[in-house]
């Protein structure tokens, strides 16, 4: 069942999107670094759904979202302002798919099973699965949103208790992601950008690319492997900021894994395009010089690649 239809909340509530409003809010009002709630909302699923993705679902203005909001105005040939405008919005509303829908928790969702993966490297490794902590992550990755979010948007609903009817954003109204034969990465903007075989761009996604202890390779690199569900063999000798009595380990799949629930393997040894177990902080904090994307924006660049795709590291 998908949501009703409402007047928007008044701007004291917009901090909290209203999940009956939301569906119907006028396609007018400039989405910019002052918005906030059900207006960024809204703007931030049908991004995701055009490819265009901002990271995770928050119904906050960030830099993720401009820049998603930028690299969808200039492949659509608009001004490239970072701020959704009336023409912008005329595209992006095009696709009249429900911005929220409703999810019915299963016996399965609230099983789990479930348990927060602890700090050190060592201790992750006597784990037989990198698994969610609990059924609000389990959730929030499932529908590219917060944690925070799903509480917003449904007070008083319990989360664990299967039956109960949840609102979510409704980004798996979503077309399929086309096939790619290249991408390219951008150190200083923190994008991945999909190209057909034309060279035209036609998806972006928010990603954390490197640092200054682990700059991020430019050059022309090419897609040697994709593995789903990879084990992650941790050596500390790669990694400058490893402690001390830190030994090899091998840790486990699951989506809290250290490269998540996919790894894209680079020609470059030892870098790749992988998930992430922190579907917030990506763009927003320092990798050690791989790419690193949400868990579905990794899952959805995966799909779209095939070994020998050409990869482009740039400033």
Request: hydrophobic share 45%; charged share 15%.
């Given at each position: 069942?998908?949501?009703?239809?409402?007047?928007?909340?008044?701007?004291?509530?917009?901090?909290?999107?209203?999940?009956?409003?939301?569906?119907?809010?006028?396609?007018?009002?400039?989405?910019?670094?002052?918005?906030?709630?059900?207006?960024?909302?809204?703007?931030?699923?049908?991004?995701?759904?055009?490819?265009?993705?901002?990271?995770?679902?928050?119904?906050?203005?960030?830099?993720?979202?401009?820049?998603?909001?930028?690299?969808?105005?200039?492949?659509?040939?608009?001004?490239?302002?970072?701020?959704?405008?009336?023409?912008?919005?005329?595209?992006?509303?095009?696709?009249?798919?429900?911005?929220?829908?409703?999810?019915?928790?299963?016996?399965?969702?609230?099983?789990?099973?479930?348990?927060?993966?602890?700090?050190?490297?060592?201790?992750?490794?006597?784990?037989?699965?990198?698994?969610?902590?609990?059924?609000?992550?389990?959730?929030?990755?499932?529908?590219?949103?917060?944690?925070?979010?799903?509480?917003?948007?449904?007070?008083?609903?319990?989360?664990?208790?299967?039956?109960?009817?949840?609102?979510?954003?409704?980004?798996?109204?979503?077309?399929?992601?086309?096939?790619?034969?290249?991408?390219?990465?951008?150190?200083?903007?923190?994008?991945?950008?999909?190209?057909?075989?034309?060279?035209?761009?036609?998806?972006?996604?928010?990603?954390?690319?490197?640092?200054?202890?682990?700059?991020?390779?430019?050059?022309?690199?090419?897609?040697?492997?994709?593995?789903?569900?990879?084990?992650?063999?941790?050596?500390?000798?790669?990694?400058?900021?490893?402690?001390?009595?830190?030994?090899?380990?091998?840790?486990?799949?699951?989506?809290?894994?250290?490269?998540?629930?996919?790894?894209?393997?680079?020609?470059?040894?030892?870098?790749?395009?992988?998930?992430?177990?922190?579907?917030?902080?990506?763009?927003?904090?320092?990798?050690?010089?791989?790419?690193?994307?949400?868990?579905?924006?990794?899952?959805?660049?995966?799909?779209?690649?095939?070994?020998?795709?050409?990869v482009l590291l740039q400033e």
């Open positions: 069942m998908l949501l009703g239809l409402a007047p928007a909340a008044p701007a004291k509530a917009a901090a909290a999107p209203d999940p009956v409003a939301i569906n119907q809010l006028p396609a007018t009002a400039t989405v910019g670094p002052r918005t906030r709630g059900a207006n960024v909302l809204r703007a931030q699923v049908l991004l995701d759904r055009a490819h265009f993705s901002s990271g995770e679902i928050d119904g906050s203005y960030s830099r993720n979202l401009r820049l998603a909001i930028g690299g969808y105005q200039k492949l659509h040939q608009l001004k490239v302002t970072g701020a959704i405008d009336a023409a912008t919005w005329a595209l992006l509303a095009q696709d009249q798919a429900p911005v929220l829908g409703s999810y019915t928790i299963t016996a399965e969702d609230v099983a789990g099973p479930y348990a927060v993966a602890p700090a050190s490297m060592a201790d992750k490794a006597k784990l037989p699965a990198l698994g969610y902590a609990n059924v609000l992550e389990a959730l929030g990755e499932r529908f590219h949103c917060s944690p925070a979010l799903l509480k917003r948007l449904n007070p008083g609903k319990r989360m664990n208790r299967a039956g109960e009817q949840v609102v979510v954003p409704n980004v798996l109204a979503g077309a399929p992601l086309p096939k790619a034969t290249a991408l390219m990465v951008g150190r200083a903007d923190g994008t991945l950008t999909l190209l057909d075989a034309s060279g035209t761009p036609f998806a972006q996604f928010p990603a954390s690319t490197g640092s200054a202890h682990d700059p991020l390779p430019y050059g022309q690199w090419k897609v040697t492997a994709v593995v789903r569900n990879p084990v992650y063999r941790y050596d500390p000798k790669l990694f400058w900021d490893a402690r001390q009595n830190d030994a090899k380990a091998m840790i486990a799949a699951g989506p809290n894994n250290p490269v998540g629930v996919v790894w894209i393997e680079l020609s470059k040894k030892h870098y790749g395009i992988h998930g992430t177990p922190e579907p917030g902080n990506i763009g927003k904090t320092q990798s050690h010089g791989c790419i690193r994307l949400t868990n579905w924006d990794a899952l959805a660049v995966a799909g779209a690649l095939a070994r020998g795709a050409s």
